[in-house]
C-alpha cells in the first residue's frame, strides 16, 4: 500500500520501458560549437549519399557525441523519409551481444524468446531487418568492436542501402568496426566562455567583484568539455563573492591534477561539482545513485524512498513532507548537472562519468560494492564483503544461488540491493546473520520461494522489498522488525500478511497483492491502504479490516466496486463509517463498474477529507450520490448542501460518463479548496457544482484558498453555473490544458 501523501494517490506498479523505437524523438539540449556545426554537418552528407555505410564518431567522455547523435536521430525523424527505419540502442558496457539482440528486436516489434540461442536469435533478427531492406542503426557508447553478423544485423552497402552509425571514446573500436572516422574535438576557448556564461547566467559579468580572469581561468580547468563546461557552471550559478570563485579555482586546480587516469581532467572537474554540494546528506544521496546499473532509469519515488529508509530525510517527519524535501534535492541534483532527468520526469539518470565519479568516491569512503548489470554469474566472495562496507549492489544480474555457509561479517551494511536476479532462488538460513545493521533490503524479481528466517532477527530493517517475487510462499515472522516502515509483497505467491505484522507500529506503506484475508496493523500511525485486482463484493468469505485512523484509501482496478459504501458493507456496513473520520486521501483509479464515488450518509464521516483523486473509471456520473431512496424521503425537494470543510485538492481525469460533481438538487462548499485538476476526457461534464461564499452585496469574492484550476478552455467554456459571476471570478486562476 503506497502511502497517498507519497504517490498523490496514485497507486504505481514498476514498469519497464521498451528502448527507443523507430520513429521516437529523443530528448536533446542545444549543440554548440562551429567544430560540432561541422562534424553534424559531416555526418549528415555520409548519411544522405551512397559512399559511406558505417559512421565512427568518437572523442573522450563528456564532449557530447551522444548528444550530437540524438540530433541527427530526431532529424532524421523529422526531416526525411530517407529510411525506413531508424533505431537506437545504448550499447554502453560490458558489452552483452544477447541484450543488443533484444533491443534491436524490441524497436522492430519482433519478438526474441530467452530460450532461444544467440544463433537463432540472429537469424530471425537478420531476416526482419532484410524485409525492413533501408533502415539506419545507432549504436551508441560503444566500448568494444563486435562482428555484425553475430548480433543479426546486415553488413551496410551501397546494395541494401542501409547505415550504421556508433559513438565511442575510442578509435580502435572504429576501426575495428570498419567506419568512417569522425572525431569530436573539444570546444575553443570563446565557445566554452560562452557555453559557461549562458549557463552560470551573464549577469555575472556585471558584477563588480568579479574579474573576467578569474571566470576565465575557472572555465579553461574544464578543458572545453561540454559535459564539465556545464556542471561547474551550475555549480556556480549564484555565486558572486571573490572569495569563493577563488576557493573553487583552487579546489578545481587541485582535483584535475590528483586524477591520474583517462579523462582525467573532466573526473576531477566532475568531482568538483560533487565537492560544491558540500551538504553531506545531498552528496549521500547523489553517490547513492551509482547503486544502480550504469544508463539504467532510476524511478525517482523509488530513489526517495531509498533515501528516507536511510535516513537521510529526517528534517521533516511527515511523509508527504520527506517526499517534497527528496524532490528538492532531486532537483537540485539534476539543476547542477550531476542528474540528467529521464523518462518524461518520472526517473533520473547518471552519465557515466559522473557515475564514475561517484564509484571512485565509494571505494574508498563510504565504502561501496557495486557489481550491478555486469552478468555477474557467481557470487561473490566471502573475502570480497569487507566489513566496513555500507552499501552493496548486485543489482539485475544472472545470479543462481548464493553459497550455503556464505555469511558476510558486515554490521553497518545499511543498504543491500539484490533485485533483479531473475533466477535467484535460495538464500542461506546464516546469509543475514551478521548484518544487524541492514536498513534496506531489497530481492524484488528474484525467483525465491522462502524468504531466511534470520530476516527476523533484523531489528534495524526499514524497507523489506519483495514485489513480484512470485514463487515466495512464506515470510518468517515480523514481530521483531519494529523499525520497519516499507513492506512490498506485490505479485509474491503470499497468502496472507505474514505473522507478527500487527507488531508494526511504524509501519506506513504496505503492499499484498492477495485475494484472502487483509488485515492491516494497528497503531497510532499515518497509515494508508490500498486495495489492488481484489474482489471485494463478488465474494463472500471476503472480509475488510481496516485500520481505526485509516488516513488514506486507494482503490485501484476493482471490477466489483459501485461506491465506498461497497468497501463499508464488508466492514459491517455504515456503522462503522467513523473510521473515516481520519480520512484525508481518497483515490479511485480504474474502477471499471464505479458509479458513485460515496452517498450522502457517508457526508459525515468525511469531514477531514483533503485530497480527492477519481481517475480513468469509465461508468462514475457523479461523485456524490444524493439522490437515493433514503436521501429523497428525509429531504424530499429541498436543496441539498454538500460541505467537504478540509478538501483542498480535487483531481478528476479519464471519466467519460462523468457530468457533475453531484445533482442538480446539491451543491458543494470547499472553502479549504486550493487546487481543481479536470484533465482529459471528462467530455461529459456540466457542472463542477461549486457555491462561492457571498459578500453583503450578493457578490461572490475570490476563493480565499483557491491557487490553481487546471482544465481545457473548451471544457470550461461549457461548464454551466448556478452562482451568478461565479464563472468570472474563477476565471483568473485557470490554467488551460492543451487540447
Not at 517526499?323 to 548537472?337: P, Q, W
Not at 452585496?697 to 480565499?704: F, I, L, R, V
Request: a neutral charge; proline letters at 5%.
Amino acid at each position: 500500500m503506497k502511502d497517498y501523501y507519497q504517490k498523490g494517490c496514485s497507486f504505481t506498479s514498476l514498469v519497464i520501458d521498451a528502448p527507443p523505437a523507430s520513429g521516437l524523438i529523443l530528448p536533446t539540449t542545444t549543440l554548440v560549437g562551429e567544430n560540432t556545426k561541422k562534424i553534424v554537418k559531416k555526418i549528415w552528407e555520409d548519411l544522405m549519399g551512397d559512399k559511406v555505410t558505417k559512421i565512427g564518431v568518437w572523442g573522450m567522455g563528456g564532449i557530447v557525441k551522444t548528444a550530437t547523435m540524438r540530433h541527427i536521430n530526431n532529424r532524421l525523424q523529422e526531416e526525411t523519409n530517407e529510411f525506413n527505419d531508424v533505431i537506437w540502442v545504448t550499447v554502453s558496457q560490458p558489452l552483452d551481444l544477447i541484450k543488443l539482440q533484444t533491443e534491436i528486436a524490441t524497436a522492430l516489434k519482433l519478438s526474441l524468446t530467452e530460450d532461444e540461442d544467440k544463433v537463432r536469435r540472429a537469424w530471425r533478427l537478420l531476416g526482419k531487418l532484410k524485409a525492413k531492406k533501408k533502415f539506419a542503426l545507432i549504436l551508441d557508447d560503444m566500448w568494444e568492436a563486435f562482428p555484425l553478423e553475430e548480433v543479426g544485423i546486415p553488413e551496410p552497402n551501397k546494395q541494401n542501402e542501409c547505415k550504421l552509425m556508433i559513438t565511442t571514446r575510442s578509435v580502435g573500436v572504429c576501426h575495428s568496426m570498419g567506419c568512417e572516422e569522425i572525431k569530436v574535438q573539444p570546444l575553443s576557448k570563446e565557445e566554452a566562455l560562452n557555453l559557461f556564461l549562458d549557463k552560470v547566467g551573464r549577469n555575472i559579468l556585471h558584477v563588480p567583484t568579479l574579474s573576467k580572469e578569474i571566470i576565465n581561468s575557472v572555465v579553461e580547468e574544464c578543458a572545453g568539455l561540454p559535459l564539465a563546461i556545464v556542471t561547474v557552471a551550475g555549480c556556480m550559478r549564484g555565486v558572486y563573492e571573490i572569495h569563493e570563485w577563488r576557493n573553487a579555482l583552487n579546489e578545481l586546480r587541485g582535483l584535475v591534477r590528483s586524477v591520474n587516469s583517462i579523462n582525467a581532467d573532466v573526473l576531477g572537474q566532475l568531482e568538483f561539482s560533487y565537492r560544491r554540494l558540500k551538504d553531506k546528506k545531498v552528496q549521500h544521496c547523489f553517490l547513492y545513485c551509482a547503486l544502480y546499473p550504469e544508463d539504467f532509469p532510476i524511478s525517482k519515488d523509488e530513489l526517495i524512498g531509498y533515501w528516507i529508509a536511510e535516513g537521510l530525510i529526517k528534517e521533516v517527519k511527515n511523509v508527504q513532507d520527506k517526499y517534497d524535501r527528496g524532490y528538492t534535492i532531486l532537483n537540485r541534483l539534476v539543476y547542477c548537472c550531476l542528474l540528467e532527468s529521464a523518462k518524461k520526469g518520472r526517473c533520473v539518470k547518471m552519465h557515466d562519468l559522473i557515475r564514475a565519479i561517484a564509484l571512485r568516491i565509494t571505494s574508498d569512503s563510504p565504502l561501496f560494492m557495486v557489481q550491478a548489470g555486469v552478468h555477474l554469474q557467481r557470487f561473490l566472495g566471502q573475502q570480497e564483503w569487507r566489513q566496513d562496507l555500507e552499501k552493496v549492489s548486485l543489482v539485475k544480474n544472472d545470479l543462481l544461488e548464493i553459497p550455503s555457509n556464505m555469511s558476510p561479517h558486515c554490521e553497518i551494511l545499511s543498504t543491500l540491493l539484490l533485485q533483479r536476479n531473475r533466477n535467484l532462488q535460495r538464500i542461506p538460513e546464516c546469509f543475514f546473520a551478521h548484518m544487524h545493521g541492514l536498513k534496506i533490503l531489497n530481492l524484488s524479481y528474484t525467483d525465491i520461494e522462502v524468504l531466511p528466517n534470520s530476516v527476523s532477527d533484523l531489528r534495524n530493517l526499514r524497507s523489506l522489498l519483495l514485489r513480484y517475487c512470485r514463487r515466495l510462499e512464506r515470510v518468517p515472522s515480523l514481530a521483531k522488525l519494529l523499525a520497519l516502515q516499507c513492506l512490498d509483497l506485490e505479485y509474491t505467491a503470499i497468502k496472507e500478511v505474514p505473522e507478527g505484522a500487527e507488531m508494526l507500529e511504524n509501519l506506513v506503506h504496505l503492499t499484498l497483492y492477495s485475494k484472502m484475508l487483509i488485515k492491516f496493523p494497528a497503531g497510532e500511525v499515518n497509515k494508508s491502504v490500498c486495495f489492488y485486482r481484489c474482489k471485494i463484493c463478488e465474494r463472500e468469505d471476503v472480509t475488510i479490516v481496516l485500520p481505526k485512523d485509516v488516513r488514506g484509501l486507494i482503490m485501484r482496478d476493482i471490477e466489483d466496486v459501485t461506491s465506498l459504501n461497497d468497501v463499508l458493507s464488508k466492514e459491517q456496513g455504515l456503522v462503522n463509517a467513523g473510521k473515516f473520520s481520519h480520512l484525508k486521501a481518497l483515490c479511485f483509479s480504474y474502477c471499471p463498474n464505479l458509479q458513485k464515488l460515496f452517498s450522502l450518509q457517508l457526508l459525515p464521516a468525511l469531514q477531514n477529507l483533503e485530497f480527492l483523486v477519481v481517475r480513468s473509471c469509465k461508468r462514475i456520473e457523479e461523485i456524490v450520490e444524493v439522490n437515493d431512496e433514503e436521501t429523497q424521503k428525509e429531504l424530499g425537494t429541498s436543496a441539498i448542501t454538500i460541505t467537504l470543510p478540509r478538501l483542498k485538492k480535487l483531481w478528476l481525469s479519464f471519466l467519460p460518463e462523468l457530468k457533475s460533481v453531484c445533482s442538480d438538487n446539491a451543491v458543494l462548499i470547499c472553502n479549504s479548496l486550493q487546487e481543481i485538476q479536470i484533465t482529459p476526457s471528462c467530455p461529459k461534464l456540466k457542472r463542477l457544482s461549486l457555491r462561492l461564499p457571498l459578500l453583503d452585496n450578493g457578490q461572490p469574492p475570490p476563493p480565499p484558498a483557491l491557487e490553481v484550476i487546471k482544465i481545457r478552455k473548451e471544457l470550461w467554456e461549457s461548464l454551466e453555473w448556478d452562482q451568478a459571476n461565479a464563472k468570472e471570478v474563477l476565471n483568473p486562476y485557470c490554467k488551460f490544458e492543451q487540447s
